[in-house]
């Protein structure tokens, strides 16, 4: 009589993983690469990629000195008044630190899997015409 192996132990949340993976097989086999991780990357809060132990809100903050161009003080000064300056360029640095993060993940996929092909970005453009071009 041969022995039956035991079922395989059931990790909760793998079948939600395992759908999400095929979602995101399915949509990396149907438009660019960077397209997915863009939309992707736009849905991970910026703490799950940051370290943890500088979250650019709502933990400690450290005053700094930066320089800037007079007219875009002024243009800061001016959209947000006498006591957000400080918000609306934290914001502005967190906007780009995860423009550089995804872009720090593209490069990486480029190098794991090489570019994009001109093709399937020009089928990506006819399909989805109203997405945003990076």
């Known amino acids: 009589m041969q022995e039956t192996p035991a079922p395989e132990p059931t990790v909760p949340g793998t079948q939600r993983l395992s759908a999400l993976e095929q979602a995101l097989r399915a949509a990396l086999g149907e438009l660019?690469?960077?397209q997915v991780v863009r939309c992707v990357a736009g849905l991970i809060p910026i703490e799950a990629?940051?370290?943890?132990?500088?979250?650019?809100?709502?933990?400690k903050v450290?005053?700094?000195s930066v320089s800037m161009p007079e007219e875009l003080v002024e243009a800061v000064r001016a959209r947000t008044g006498s006591g957000g300056f400080s918000r609306y360029v934290a914001d502005a640095v967190d906007r780009e630190v995860r423009n550089d993060l995804i872009a720090d993940l593209i490069d990486e996929l480029d190098a794991e899997h090489g570019p994009v092909a001109p093709e399937v970005r020009a089928q990506a453009r006819r399909e989805w015409p109203t997405a945003e071009e990076g």
């Open 32 to 34: 660019p690469r960077d």
């Open 49 to 59: 990629v940051v370290e943890a132990a500088a979250p650019p809100h709502g933990g």
């Open 62 to 64: 450290r005053k700094v």
